[in-house]
């Protein structure tokens, strides 16, 4: 074959940050487990939970999700152009093709959502259908094929898993062994023991948050990447990320807080009000998107 | 993908698989002998145009090449764009004398300038237009059948779309195509990657 020259130069970049940030919430993880061993088996049992609550997240979150966000699947005889688009973009990405689903809410945006290639429903709302043209529309069909791609979903509540763990022990520790733990005949090493769980179990759970939500903004970025690379059009999805959070701020409440829980899968987070600070967002700030998507539009460009 | 390309969320579009276009320019004889579907006399390429200078002026270069290499046998080279954005190069033979081998070497010649420019991974799928004249199944016959390449993956499928209903093919004639010619062409095996085209403008 040819040598291939890549339109797209290389992002090393957010890889080294994407990494590094992997890289600290494993060794958070690390420190924590061993906490946990040392304090002995009475953490065990939330052990379990916490695995049996991981499964439930990794096999069945759509499913809720689906049913709770009034998700409905279409059929290409219902929505020809959205089969098509998704079509084109799986034989350009080499997919088998997800299901095509839409919500009936005038909010624009748009979800990936299943744990892996196969179980894949790819989600439009009705009001990202009437906003934007074709090839917007493409793009940001495309950023959620790249979640697809990457297994964000996957990552992602994988690298949670510890973080929900820590808050389960912290709050059951609170609950069981902070406020009457006296009254059950224990002894004050087992009282410092528990101490140290809960305190640890909260160092973990806010650390790990701020890293998470660093670890969504990256896997945002590249998946913005990987629809520019996939379309070659980084500035559609540009124009409809300008499009979108156009509207985003004139929606109704209502579909919001309803869509609440979904944000981390969305192309934009269903809030309207602005985020205090950008380390809590777990989408990066547009202008950051915008920067970056023409930085690749450049990239393409200077490709002659 | 690897577990580092998942960790990382690195993703690179595939480039073409290994070439096996060609396998038409000998399967279509067994097509025309045995089944009845005959060329059309038409074939075209699919592919993203990128917006960009470099990009067209590769697609200038291409056509020459391909008006070049058709120039004997009268080879016609026409664009035109779909509301998907995807950008069809069509080649016709002249009227009344299809031929898939020249047809075959010019799609080649595309394909191939659009890989050497470095554009490669923007090729979607090549097109080839047949007719089909057995008319079973309650159809008429002189129905178009159409054989597409997809060229990340280097397989063929058959795609039959119904001439009397929009946005619906008839699955049924596809399969027996499938049964018919599967020894000749190498075929897609994963039926769910057999993705329409709708709308092809040959």
Known sequence: MAKRRSSFGKDTGLQARMVMTMFLLGLLYVVFIGV??????????????????????????????????????????????????????????????????????????????????????????????E??????????????????????????????????????????????????????????DEEEEIMLVLLVSVIVYAISFLLLRALSRYREFAADRGSAVLTG?????????????????????????????????????????????????????????????????SQLQGAA | MGLRDILTGRHAVKGPAPDRLFAISTAYVGLQAEHQIEPAGAAAIVFQALATSDFESTLRDMEEVVRATGGDSATSVSTEDDSYGYRWMILRNPDGAPNVEDLTVGINAVAGSI???????????AVFAFVDRSGGGGRAPGARVYFIYN?????????????????????????QIKAQIASELPLEPELERWFPLWGIPI
Not at chain 1, 67 to 94: F, N, W, Y
Not at chain 1, 148 to 175: E, K, Y
Not at chain 2, 115 to 123: H, N, Q, T
């Open chain 2, 151 to 175: 060229y990340k993956r280097g397989d063929w499928y058959p795609f039959v779309p119904d001439p009397d209903h929009p946005q619906q093919r008839l699955t049924e004639r596809e399969l």
């Open chain 1, 36 to 129: 946990l061993f040392a304090a002995g088996a009475a953490t065990g049992l939330i052990v379990i939970v916490a695995v049996g609550l991981l499964l439930v997240q990794l096999f069945g979150s759509d499913k809720i999700a689906m049913a709770t966000m009034g998700v409905k699947e279409v059929s290409p005889a219902e929505e020809p152009e959205l089969h098509g688009i998704i079509e084109r973009l799986c034989v350009q990405a080499d997919l088998p093709k997800p299901r095509v689903a839409v919500i009936e809410t005038s909010m624009p945006n748009a979800c990936a959502m299943g744990r892996s290639q196969k179980s894949t429903t790819v989600c439009a709302t009705r009001g990202i259908l």
């Open chain 1, 233 to 297: 059009r980084p500035s559609a999805l540009a124009s409809a990320l300008l499009k979108i959070s156009g509207t985003m701020e004139q929606v109704p409440s209502q579909d919001l807080r309803r869509a609440e829980g979904m944000s981390a899968f969305f192309i934009l987070p269903a809030r309207t009000k602005k985020s205090l600070m950008n380390i809590f967002a777990d989408h990066p700030p547009l202008e950051k998107r915008l920067a970056a998507l023409e930085r690749l539009e």
């Open chain 1, 131 to 188: 906003l934007l043209s074709p090839a917007e529309l493409e793009g940001v069909m495309a950023h959620e094929l790249t979640h697809v791609i990457n297994r964000d979903v996957m990552v992602m509540t994988l690298a949670s898993f510890f973080a929900t763990l820590a808050s389960m022990i912290a709050q059951f520790a609170l609950f069981f062994g902070g406020g009457f733990g006296g009254g059950y005949g224990r002894s004050r």
């Open chain 2, 115 to 125: 890989e050497s420019a470095g554009y490669g991974e923007r090729l979607l799928c």
